[in-house]
């Protein structure tokens, strides 16, 4: 490393959630690097850390939504229910830090406004909101696929006399007790939100833009004794993980829908329904819910069916059934249609009586009814995957912006690099999978940190995947996603809540089993796609 450029740091790490506390610690303590890790928040977590809303919890169960790269600290962690909330998860990530005496090397209350490739001499200068300059060889985001949010303009909107917020950034002080609530979306955030906001507001007015096809969450206390037995499986419960699908933690079905009998199907929807789980009711039930028109009418009839059964007023029921294809990311509640059974809930369905717009006093609809509020509450999600890096100036060779690159939509090699962009990686980049996360983040993490420990032994100054490379894994991507019908839906999977977003593939939809495949293909073949060039020869 002797003829490597003097620099501030070797890598720089944007982000300290999931993706970049582990990062930071591959690069650091297996690599030897000197690295800084970059947040805008006052503490770690990432999406833990901001989206502190009243219900804010993992829809993926307890003993998978962790690390599993430390086999002790598996061992040492406990958890009390099937799912964690906002508070455990954030404890977790914090110990974790704490554990690796990570903090040394995180700066928080920082925002990194812009990373600026320099060809003469491979390094990238790093450029905080404060004005501190920093020059890297590496710069790895770890900015998360859902933290960009996604204010709509809604006229009036900064007239609303009371607290508006977006639960992607909650403040600590807000109570909702006693207080009359209304909520503008029902995804999966605003489905949470919805069914604790209900038990503590004096009224909540839902303001419904799409009827959800949510299932029960199967959410509880688990016992000592479960918590054991987990533990005493991990070895065989992470292997599962990593040759899956989604990497949820359960086995996916090998059987279509219609192969079995009405009553068969029937069998199954309701056993899946009372384990609970949105994604074990898309993907475990049966194995072509997702791709097949007949398998996933069947099972959005079954959901359709339990709304009837459940919601007592007609009109709110009918309110609530969707008509789209089950096609969506899938949503999990404890009891999100009984919500609307209280009386202290109403439902507005926004397709049909739209907003006209925000008064100082609440939300007037089109029907001319203003809807009283003392809170006003945007569930209306984010401008996923690549609107944290629209913000930024990033520019890599011949001074090429990252706004110029993706101009036609946000794309990338593995769903971790994108060319003219040197010695840049991304954890949860554009196509990446669309999975449960942190399996996919540790993935993804220790296959740069492989990639980087190459480049350094092979005394390379830059590592950059070919527009090739990158076209052909776009394509890829977008071919599988074609094979299945989540294109159809109008969803934020491909952009779709973004108003004036291209609606464009932006998940490789094949599961974490081909894509762990895909990556040590690329890897074993001297990592296929990528230009590393010469330290010596890119110094001359």
Request: proline share 4%; with cysteine.
């Amino acid at each position: 490393m002797s003829d490597a450029p003097s620099t501030d740091l070797d890598a720089v790490v944007i982000g300290a959630g999931f993706g970049g506390i582990y990062m930071l610690h591959q690069l650091r303590d297996e690599l030897g690097l000197r690295v800084r890790a970059f947040d805008s928040a006052g503490g770690v977590g990432g999406t833990w850390f901001w989206n502190r809303y009243p219900g804010a919890m993992s829809d993926t169960e307890s003993f998978v939504y962790r690390y599993s790269f430390d086999r002790e600290l598996l061992e040492e962690w406990d958890w009390n229910t099937r799912y964690l909330d906002q508070p455990d998860i954030l404890a977790y990530l914090e110990a974790v830090v704490e554990r690796y005496d990570l903090a040394k090397d995180i700066q928080l209350n920082t925002m990194v406004d812009a990373a600026v490739f320099d060809e003469g001499s491979n390094t990238w200068t790093v450029t905080t909101g404060t004005g501190e300059t920093f020059r890297a060889r590496y710069v790895v985001s770890a900015l998360g696929l859902l933290s960009k949010t996604n204010m709509p303009d809604i006229r009036g909107r900064d007239s609303f006399r009371g607290p508006l917020v977006h639960t992607g950034a909650w403040p600590t002080d807000l109570s909702l007790e006693g207080k009359r609530v209304g909520v503008i979306g029902t995804g999966s955030t605003g489905t949470q939100f919805i069914c604790a906001a209900a038990k503590l507001a004096d009224h909540l007015t839902v303001f419904q833009r799409s009827a959800q096809y949510s299932v029960p969450s199967g959410n509880g206390p688990v016992t000592d004794d479960y918590v054991t037995d987990v533990k005493r499986d991990y070895d065989r419960i992470w292997d599962q993980v990593r040759n899956s699908v989604v990497a949820f933690g359960f086995q996916e079905s090998d059987v279509p829908a219609m192969s079995v009998s009405e009553e068969e199907r029937q069998r199954v929807f309701q056993e899946n329904w009372d384990k609970g789980n949105g994604f074990r009711f898309m993907f475990g039930t049966f194995s072509d819910i997702a791709v097949d028109p007949a398998a996933n009418e069947a099972a959005a009839s079954f959901i359709r069916s339990k709304i009837a059964e459940t919601v007592k007023d007609p009109e709110t029921a009918r309110k609530l059934t969707p008509t789209d294809l089950y096609a969506k990311r899938p949503l999990c509640n404890r009891d999100y249609y009984e919500i609307y059974n209280r009386e202290n809930v109403t439902l507005v369905s926004i397709k049909e009586n739209p907003i006209v717009e925000i008064t100082p006093e609440g939300v007037l609809t089109e029907d001319g009814t203003e809807h009283d509020l003392d809170v006003l509450v945007f569930a209306t999600g984010f401008d996923a995957v690549d609107g944290n890096y629209m913000r930024m100036d990033i520019r890599g060779r011949g001074d090429t912006s990252i706004q110029q690159h993706w101009k036609d939509g946000p794309t990338s090699y593995l769903g971790i690099t994108t060319s003219s962009f040197p010695n840049f990686f991304m954890i949860l980049g554009p196509n990446g999978p669309f999975t449960n996360l942190p399996p996919s983040i540790e993935t993804q993490v220790e296959w740069i940190a492989g990639l980087i420990r190459h480049a350094e032994e092979e005394g390379k100054a830059t590592i950059e995947p070919t527009r090739a490379a990158e076209d052909g894994w776009t394509e890829t991507c977008q071919t599988i996603a074609d094979s299945t019908l989540f294109p159809k839906a109008e969803s934020w999977i491909f952009g779709a809540n973004i108003p004036g977003k291209k609606n464009t593939v932006m998940f490789f939809m094949a599961g974490l089993s081909a894509y762990r495949s895909k990556l040590a293909e690329v890897a074993d073949g001297g990592y296929q796609g990528f230009e590393l060039r010469d330290r010596t020869s890119a110094m001359a």
